[in-house]
């Protein structure tokens, strides 16, 4: 029911009008009820819990499996989200985005489910155990990358303040492929308006230094410790920067170069 499903995933919910994936269109009380439903549902329904076995596909780690009927597109999201934060080379094969699309789970949808997720782990198992498919997060090899030419994936996050304070309700999380060390990001913000305030984090999981620049503003670093001649140093896993704009645009654009550093570097 609906407040099981709360307690779940929390409050946030898909917007009304939104393209379905049931291939319905706009409607006018677009919600869970228009969506198909899984019922029981395995949230840790992942790729690398399926094994080919003798009599069929085999599932292990069924821990988390309710009754409360789930959005099969949440399930299907999650399912990708892990497989490509685990296999980032699978973004340069089929984007992420594109292949989502393909199941009509366009950036709506995956904002809404950032944060079903987000809930999932904090509020409801209240451990990290499920932190990898909360969000795509850059998994982090014990060594310096310096700017490689490797390529990385992250995701980056711009909370908007409406005046409820720095929530995962009001955040937007975008993914972002570092080529060479090149960042570029852009968010889309619904009703401008109505935000107080910005804050942007650049990446998650990982130390960093980063030389980023705001096209509609000036970004000015929350948590740093210090300058270096190649951008702001940050020794979290979780930088912020406060974006300052005249007024608040529809669109926000960050560019610049982020070197990810590892733990041994910021320690």
Known sequence: DEAEFTRLFGTARLDRGESLPTGRGKEPDAGLHLYPLV?????????????????????????????????????????????????????????????????????????????????????????????????????????????SGEDVRLTASLYTDRGRGWTEEDAIHVDV?????????????????????????????????????CSQGLLRPMNAAGMTRNGTAFLTLDPSYKVICGRIPEKIRITGRVRTKDLRWAL
């Not at 989200?81 to 366009?106: D, F, M, T």
């Not at 409801?124 to 990358?145: E, G, T």
């Not at 910005?198 to 980063?210: K, V």
Request: net charge negative.
């Open 39 to 147: 019922s029981p549902a395995n949230i840790d329904l992942i790729f690398d819990n399926i094994f080919p076995g003798p009599d069929g596909d085999v599932v292990i780690d069924g821990e988390w499996i309710t009754d409360t009927p789930v959005p099969a597109a949440f399930l299907l999201w999650r399912a990708v989200n892990e497989l490509y934060a685990s296999r980032r080379e699978l973004e340069r094969v089929l984007p992420q985005e594109k292949l989502l699309k393909e199941y009509g789970i366009g950036a709506p949808q995956r904002q809404v489910f950032w944060k079903w997720a987000a809930h999932f782990e904090k509020e409801y198992v209240k451990a990290n155990r499920l932190s990898d498919f909360a969000m795509p997060v850059r998994r982090v090899d014990l060594k310096d990358l310096m700017w």
């Open 177 to 213: 492929i570092l080529e060479n060390g090149r960042y570029d990001v852009s968010f889309e913000l619904e009703r401008p308006g109505e935000v107080k305030a910005l804050r942007f984090d650049p990446l998650e999981g990982c130390a960093s230094i980063c030389d980023l620049h």
